[in-house]
């Protein structure tokens, strides 16, 4: 009769089960090392050497880079043109952001309903969000030309006189509307929330006398509310960083160094502004040291809206329960 090997002793058993968890944590980092090793290549260390040539006034081609310490800081704090630009950012979202997720939740509610042809109107208003943000605002720019575009040439069917929009401050109306054109996006998203709202809720709603607004406020609103507060933080960090619409429904004329003149007062938001300073007037550190401010006062939005909203959203599941379980 053939006889079993013994079992492994404790130490041995230790051993083992030591060499199991090794492999497995060896088999966990060789399959995230390419997203580790891009992470550092592409991330950490871009945003480590920008932070650097903050504290310096590199002009981006001698290979010396004076450090001039927190004068680049300092600047940034007190530079009228820098603040006012940033002003201008900050308009924008304030506009941008509740008309974008009060608008597409409204055209979400219209097509959720079940009427004939929602299929065809959902479509309708998603294909501008795949539109590449360059020629959405290519698009935008010949229809708003003042000698051949599309709304002069349907205001003078009115009477009214051919209009400059691209330059002056009715630059920044149009730049208004491209941004809001990829609205579609937020309608998907806020569709598919609509479709997680228990029906028995709503029909218990119903039936306790409420109506529609009542239903809305005390049913959708909480279910969906995770949705609109992810909403909120995505389309306001992505307005903070409005570039191309800004600087292609401008004239380019007289090469890159020279875009910056063309653009208009209205259209100067912050990230034209950090383009000017690296690439109209070579000023590599205080372009970074406008960077990092920019960055953290993304961060500070973030932290405020997810403070402030944050109070009103509703979870199935209490976050903080799940952290103590």
């Given at each position: 009769?053939?006889?079993?090997?013994?079992?492994?002793?404790?130490?041995?058993?230790?051993?083992?089960?030591?060499?199991?968890?090794?492999?497995?944590a060896l088999a966990f980092y060789g399959f995230v090392s390419p997203w580790l090793i891009g992470t550092a290549v592409l991330t950490v260390f871009p945003v480590g050497y920008a932070f650097y040539l903050?504290?310096?006034?590199?002009?981006?081609?001698?290979?010396?880079?004076?450090?001039?310490?927190?004068?680049?800081?300092?600047?940034?704090?007190?530079?009228?043109?820098?603040?006012?630009?940033?002003?201008?950012?900050?308009?924008?979202?304030?506009?941008?952001?509740?008309?974008?997720?009060?608008?597409?939740?409204?055209?979400?509610?219209?097509?959720?309903?079940?009427?004939?042809?929602?299929?065809?109107?959902?479509?309708?208003?998603?294909i501008p969000a795949i539109v590449p943000p360059v020629a959405a605002a290519l698009i935008w720019k010949v229809a708003f030309d003042q000698n051949s575009g599309g709304v002069n040439r349907f205001l003078h069917i009115f009477g009214v006189n051919a209009l400059m929009w691209l330059t002056g401050s009715r630059a920044f109306i149009v730049l208004i509307v491209v941004l809001l054109w990829g609205i579609g996006a937020g309608l998907i998203i806020n569709l598919a929330a609509l479709q997680t709202v228990p029906a028995e809720q709503l029909e218990a709603c119903r039936l306790d006398g409420g109506g529609p607004f009542t239903a809305f406020r005390h049913v959708t609103l909480?279910?969906?509310?995770?949705v609109l507060l992810f909403q909120t933080v995505l389309v306001t960090i992505t307005t903070l960083q409005t570039f191309v619409p800004a600087l292609l429904l401008s004239p380019i004329s007289g090469g890159?160094?020279?875009?910056?003149?063309?653009?208009?007062?209205?259209?100067?938001?912050?990230?034209?502004?950090?383009?000017?300073?690296?690439?109209?007037?070579?000023?590599?550190?205080?372009?970074?040291?406008?960077?990092?401010?920019?960055?953290?006062?993304?961060?500070?939005?973030?932290?405020?809206?997810?403070?402030?909203?944050?109070?009103?959203?509703?979870?199935a599941v209490d976050p903080n329960a799940a952290k103590e379980g």
């Amino acid at each position: 009769m053939r006889q079993q090997s013994p079992l492994p002793t404790g130490p041995a058993r230790r051993r083992r089960r030591r060499s199991g968890r090794r492999g497995e944590a060896l088999a966990f980092y060789g399959f995230v090392s390419p997203w580790l090793i891009g992470t550092a290549v592409l991330t950490v260390f871009p945003v480590g050497y920008a932070f650097y040539l903050s504290f310096t006034a590199w002009d981006g081609i001698a290979p010396f880079k004076p450090w001039v310490g927190l004068d680049n800081y300092r600047e940034v704090l007190t530079s009228a043109d820098t603040l006012t630009s940033l002003g201008r950012t900050l308009l924008l979202v304030a506009i941008i952001v509740p008309t974008t997720i009060v608008g597409s939740l409204l055209l979400a509610l219209l097509l959720n309903e079940k009427v004939r042809g929602r299929t065809v109107f959902r479509t309708l208003i998603y294909i501008p969000a795949i539109v590449p943000p360059v020629a959405a605002a290519l698009i935008w720019k010949v229809a708003f030309d003042q000698n051949s575009g599309g709304v002069n040439r349907f205001l003078h069917i009115f009477g009214v006189n051919a209009l400059m929009w691209l330059t002056g401050s009715r630059a920044f109306i149009v730049l208004i509307v491209v941004l809001l054109w990829g609205i579609g996006a937020g309608l998907i998203i806020n569709l598919a929330a609509l479709q997680t709202v228990p029906a028995e809720q709503l029909e218990a709603c119903r039936l306790d006398g409420g109506g529609p607004f009542t239903a809305f406020r005390h049913v959708t609103l909480p279910v969906i509310s995770p949705v609109l507060l992810f909403q909120t933080v995505l389309v306001t960090i992505t307005t903070l960083q409005t570039f191309v619409p800004a600087l292609l429904l401008s004239p380019i004329s007289g090469g890159v160094a020279n875009v910056y003149t063309n653009i208009p007062n209205a259209n100067r938001v912050y990230m034209v502004d950090v383009y000017s300073q690296f690439f109209s007037y070579s000023r590599y550190g205080y372009g970074s040291a406008m960077l990092t401010v920019f960055f953290l006062v993304i961060v500070a939005l973030t932290v405020l809206i997810f403070k402030v909203a944050g109070r009103s959203v509703f979870y199935a599941v209490d976050p903080n329960a799940a952290k103590e379980g």
